[in-house]
């Protein structure tokens, strides 16, 4: 019997031993019959999802579930599935403000001409690439809007409300679309908040950055990048961050983190923002603003409000008056709860402060009420002693049990819980085994516990170390992964280094990615969010993993917040046919009554209602408060403008329509779990897509060609989507693979856009030739270009800036961007290469010969410095230098002249002819190495990079070096250095980011200036000429290069990047090895040592 088969068996033998109750006659029916086990049997209480909501408030000791049948499916135009119901029913071209229903009567026109008069064209999109791109979120739900506008600020939010009340338009805000519960999309408008230059990013950090003002474009992980760079540079003694830490808080938003009321890990119920809130700005949907820091403002509000103000009032009397609904709200909000509204806002705070209540129920409700539009936070130490201790149980219960332990008798600070499937993922982690080796062959329901202590200083964590582990000993547990082989809890120390701790969570937070990219093809990731009492959470876990496991979910993980009683079900779920839309069906139904009326949890913990778990608000809070929430929304916006759908929705079955299909499109990207985490990387994410929607615009064109009889209206869109495709997706992807960095399945983009363009290559046999011929005579290219520079250099200064400008503009669109636009930092021709003497004294060991092989790209070998820079050295002559400096003896590759890394036919596809100069130089490079004994240094990051990518020979791999990796390891101990500038800007580039160099680059700038400033910028977009031939792209990106006043140099490792950085920043970027070489002398040589060798 497999390993497999054998975990599942012994799985289902624990099962029924822990689930006592729990039976099942389901395979095939719609009828389930749940048992509680903990409960002595009772009344069978018959219950549909209508009635549940009764029975919410009550403990539910038997419940026989009358799941929904689906009796059909259809597939709309962008291949979103529905279960057709009878809310179905379409009348083609009628308005009715539902999903699917949202027709053209004239109101999108008149919404578009109205808000022509202040949004330009080139921010409203309504092609089939970019409506379909924005109609992705990390959802499984898809709705395609009919328009996409791209707000760049409060002004203009606020002329656009109005317009769209007015006229009945339905309107979604999008902040970084992370969402997972389809609250971000639309079949209407669109409002995508512009995160471009200063757009929606303002912040304002106060006094000792105990409290921060912020706006809604800013990522969750940058204002925390603020605050800790504001404690640096006022030297204060506490470093603050948000309180708030969704695991996505690297890619969400501010708009997003406030309207879903995220959390995460550590900030448990108390640091959320509806806890850690102080102040909001609001753009109400008649365009009023209510700034709650003003006392003026709040006043004024007050008064034109009056109707809300009274309302709200009003309703939080009736709710402070029932005893009944305030315990159920405050037990709601106990733990861990975003499924409807912020009902708690009712009870938190007096009726006489209605400011306050208003302020609170905006917070969770994903953007239903109105617009966030500043927020400030009281924000929360970042306590530098930290320490994790991976603790692992032979069962769920102990694990919860001690998770329960720990929320009541310490002040833990975080406990993750892992179930045995996620113990599973963990051990193909070799780092995870070699901390945690018992993970390996743990019994079949074995869980685990990640428990992080935190201290203000080294007593104070010691002291909650203790504290911990001693519950756990007083409580009794078992410990160890195998129930016959009991461990002692010293055998999981806490671990103080980070490099371990990083460990632990690092694995944790990987764990929905890995499930993700674990999933069959064509199937999407699915993460429901859901909490209960902790003192419950065995139960309820256990009934859902033999719920999972009934269904057929086999590769289902169950992990979360265990202080809290959030757990995330992690599983893969296709949307291809009926029978799968049914089997999501009946789940959803019985998880839903699982978790909220028989354990009395929250369907949704940290996640937001969205559509998926709208049509259970009611099951979850029970009638009353229900709709007790409906009145709140028609108080905040009556015409049902603001993302309608969402959060509430009439329509039981909304959870069942419009999901998202995940066609196979290619392995390289078929992991994609749309999440989204990879946009803020990309340098054409502000003209063109981002990689997230470079994929699902992909996938979108691989489903219409799968289509086996397409109708005329698919053909059409077919061909409109792959022709803007080509521009869109193809010709303004850098193919940096920027992205890759930033996403949990390591996706790289740019290969697949590498792909498509080499697909189109090899049907283009001219094209595929003349790049051939062009890569076997390269040293024609090698030696022209130079000369071409040069006149273009003299042709500047006879005929100035505009007429090049203007020519190269022509004939760029003219040859359709074959042809590069020239801008002034353009550099002049590259001097020739001049083989170098052997230095003249070197004091070395003969066993340590100071020998290096030098490779200059072609890049360099060609383009010397802009003109309009002081310095007239080409880069080798800067490094020649340094080399002579520290006694180093140089070998040049022989053939060097007609060397290329092979990385320019690469990117643009040209794969046979990228190949032979690849392989070409490997030889080389191998002779001139001595078979890889010597260092060789390739001057630029990129070729360097490219060089690694493809070659074979393994000895090759140790003896490649970047300058700057060089130059720390061998050079900065054999010179002298001193500070020769106040203040220098570097860029580094996104190979060298790759390679994981950044720290080095800093470190090297930093000995040669007293200050150095990061550009800031992922990628400049240039990626080789690409920039040049599209020069919007390096517009785009580089249009947030914002470098100090003071600052007059900036310096990199790619001849390419730097003059594209030039021109945008108006200062020359010239290479590292430039500052360096004016930095430095030789070392004198040291007597003693010299005489020694
Ligand atoms: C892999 C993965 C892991 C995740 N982990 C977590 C986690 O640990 N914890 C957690 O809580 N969430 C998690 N999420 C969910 C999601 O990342 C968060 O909810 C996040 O805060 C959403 O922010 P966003 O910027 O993407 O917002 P969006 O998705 O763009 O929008 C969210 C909602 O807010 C509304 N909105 C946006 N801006 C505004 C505004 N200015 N004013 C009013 N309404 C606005 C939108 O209309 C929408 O309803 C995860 C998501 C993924 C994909
Ligand atoms: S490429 Fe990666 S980061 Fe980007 S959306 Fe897909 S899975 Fe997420
Ligand atoms: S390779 Fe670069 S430009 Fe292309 S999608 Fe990735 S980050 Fe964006």
């Known amino acids: 019997m497999g390993r497999g088969k054998k975990a599942i068996q012994l799985l289902g033998q624990q099962l029924q031993r822990y689930a006592l109750g729990v039976k099942s006659n389901a395979k095939n029916s719609s009828e389930i019959l749940v048992k509680d086990s903990q409960i002595s049997q009772s009344a069978l209480v018959h219950q549909t999802r209508g009635n549940a909501a009764v029975a919410a408030t009550q403990v539910a000791t038997q419940t026989k579930l009358q799941t929904s049948a689906v009796p ?8 979103a599935i529905s279960a057709i119901t009878e809310g179905s029913k379409v009348e083609e071209g009628v308005f009715k403000n539902m999903d699917g229903h949202r027709f053209e009567d004239g109101r999108y026109k008149e919404f578009t001409n109205e808000i022509s008069s202040f949004i330009p064209k080139e921010r409203q999109y309504t092609d089939a690439v970019r409506t379909f791109a924005y109609g992705t979120d990390a959802s499984f739900y898809r709705l395609n809007p009919k328009m996409v506008v791209k707000v760049h600020n409060e002004a203009e939010l606020r002329r656009i409300l109005p317009i769209a009340k007015k006229l009945g338009v339905p309107i979604t805000f999008r902040a970084a679309g992370t969402s997972l519960s389809g609250q971000a999309i639309t079949d209407s408008v669109l409002l995508k908040l512009s995160h471009t230059g200063k757009n929606f990013r303002n912040y304002e950090v106060h006094g000792d950055g105990s409290q921060i003002t912020v706006e809604p474009g800013l990522i969750g992980g940058e204002v925390n990048r603020i605050l800790a760079a504001h404690q640096k540079k006022h030297k204060l003694p506490v470093q603050y ?22 959390s995460g890990m550590c900030c448990g119920v108390s640091q959320n923002t509806y806890h850690t809130l102080k102040d909001m700005r609001i753009v109400l949907v008649d365009g009023t603003v209510l700034d709650t820091a003003d006392p003026i403002s709040c006043q004024s509000f007050m008064k034109s409000h009056k109707k809300l103000v009274d309302g709200v009032v009003g309703l939080a009397i009736r709710v402070q008056s029932d005893k009944e609904l305030t315990a159920l709200i405050r037990r709601k909000f106990a733990i861990k709860c975003t499924t409807g509204y912020s009902l708690n806002a009712l009870v938190d705070f007096p009726v006489d402060n209605p400011i306050e209540i208003i302020k609170h129920l905006m917070i969770g409700s994903e953007g239903t009420f109105g617009f966030v539009s500043r927020a400030t936070y009281n924000t929360v130490p970042e306590w530098p002693n930290k320490a994790s201790a991976f603790i692992v149980f032979p069962d769920v219960r102990a694990a919860c049990k001690g998770a329960s332990v720990l929320r009541n008798e310490t002040s833990v600070d975080a406990v993750e819980l892992f179930d045995r499937a996620s113990l599973r993922e963990c051990e193909a982690n070799e780092d995870m085994v070699r901390l945690v080796p018992c993970i390996k062959g743990a019994d079949p329901m074995a869980a685990a516990l990640l428990i992080e ?9 010691e002291e909650r170390m203790v504290e911990v582990q001693r519950a756990l000993v007083e409580a009794g547990l078992p410990f160890g992964a195998k129930a016959s082989q009991p461990q002692d809890i010293t055998t999981y120390p806490f671990h103080h280094e980070q490099k371990n701790w990083k460990i632990f969570w690092d694995v944790r937070k990987g764990l929905i990615p890995i499930v993700g990219a674990a999933r069959e093809p064509g199937t999407s990731m699915l993460i429901e969010d859901v909490a209960c009492p902790v003192d419950k959470l065995a139960d309820m876990m256990i009934d859902l993993i033999e719920m999972f496991q009934r269904y057929g979910y086999n590769d289902a993980s169950c992990f979360g917040h265990a202080l809290e009683g959030n757990l995330h079900l992690v599983f893969a779920q296709g949307f291809r046919n009926k029978e799968e839309v049914q089997r999501f069906s009946d789940m959803m139904e019985e998880m839903c009554h699982i978790v909220a009326t028989k354990h009395s949890g929250s369907l949704k913990g940290e996640h937001g209602t969205g559509r998926n778990v709208a049509p259970f608000v009611e099951m979850e809070w029970g009638t009353k408060a229900y709709n007790l929430m409906w009145e709140l929304k028609e108080m905040f916006d009556p015409s049902y403008v603001l993302n309608p759908g969402v959060v509430l929705n009439r329509d039981p079955d909304a959870h069942i329509k419009f999901l998202k299909p995940s066609p196979v499109a290619s392995p390289i990207v078929n992991r994609c779990i749309e999440c ?12 063109t897509l981002t990689p997230r929607q470079r994929i699902t615009v992909f996938r979108e064109i691989n489903r219409l060609q799968q289509i086996s009889d397409p109708t005329a209206e698919e053909k059409l869109r077919l061909k409109e989507i792959s022709t803007k495709y080509e521009y869109d997706g193809q010709d303004t992807c850098a193919a940096d693979g920027m992205c890759q960095e930033k996403c949990p399945v390591k996706i790289n983009t740019g290969d697949l856009i590498k792909h498509i363009r080499s697909e189109e290559m090899s049907q283009a046999p001219r094209s595929s030739a003349a790049a051939k011929w062009l890569a076997d005579n390269f040293t024609l290219v090698n030696n022209n270009v130079p000369r071409l520079l040069n006149f273009v250099h003299f042709a500047h200064r006879v005929l100035g800036a505009t007429p090049l400008q203007m020519i190269s503009s022509w004939m760029n669109q003219a040859t359709n961007h074959a042809v590069p636009v020239w801008n002034p930092y353009l550099p002049k021709g590259s001097a020739p290469l001049k083989v170098p003497e052997p230095p003249a004294v070197v004091a070395v060991s003969p066993a340590l010969p100071r020998k290096v092989v030098y490779m200059p790209s072609c890049v ?27 006694g180093y003896e140089v070998i040049i590759p022989k053939s060097v002249g007609s060397l290329c890394c092979g990385m320019m036919f690469n990117s643009r596809g040209f794969k046979d002819a990228a190949a032979s100069k690849g392989a070409e130089l490997e030889k080389e490079l ?14 630029t990051s990129p070729c360097l990079s490219q060089v690694k990518s493809q070659i074979s020979e393994p000895q090759l791999r140790f003896a490649l070096y970047e300058p700057v990796e060089f130059i720390r390891h061998f050079l900065v101990d054999k010179l002298e250095f001193k500070k020769v500038r106040d203040v220098v800007a570097v860029h580094v580039p996104c190979s060298s980011k790759k390679m994981g160099i950044e720290d080095a680059f800093t470190k090297l700038a930093g000995l040669c200036a007293n200050e150095v400033v990061h550009s800031g910028i992922p990628c400049c977009g240039m990626a080789g000429d690409r920039g040049m031939r599209f020069p919007e792209l390096t517009g785009a990106s580089l249009q947030h290069l914002n470098l100090p006043k003071d600052c007059k140099d900036g310096y990199s490792t790619s001849r390419t990047c730097e003059m594209s950085l030039s021109n945008h920043s108006g200062i020359n970027f ?19 040592a010299a005489s020694r060798s």
């Open 72 to 79: 059909a499916v259809s597939t709309d135009i962008y291949g």
């Open 453 to 461: 202590c935190r201290g203000q200083d080294p007593a104070a964590l």
């Open 676 to 687: 989204g985490f990879c946009e803020s990387n990309c340098p054409s994410r502000d003209v």
């Open 241 to 262: 961050k948000i309180g708030p830490d969704p695991s996505s808080i690297d890619s969400c938003m501010i708009g997003g983190i406030v309207a879903n009321n995220s």
């Open 926 to 939: 191998l002779e001139a190495s001595e078979g890889g004994k010597l260092p060789i240094v390739v001057d």
């Open 860 to 886: 360099t070998r060609m383009m010397g410095p802009s003109g309009s820079d002081t310095e007239t050295a080409s880069v080798h002559e800067k490094l020649m230098s340094l080399f002579s400096k520290a």
């Open 1070 to 1088: 010239r290479g590292l090895v430039y500052l360096v070489d004016e930095a430095t002398q030789a070392k004198k040589p040291n007597v003693t």
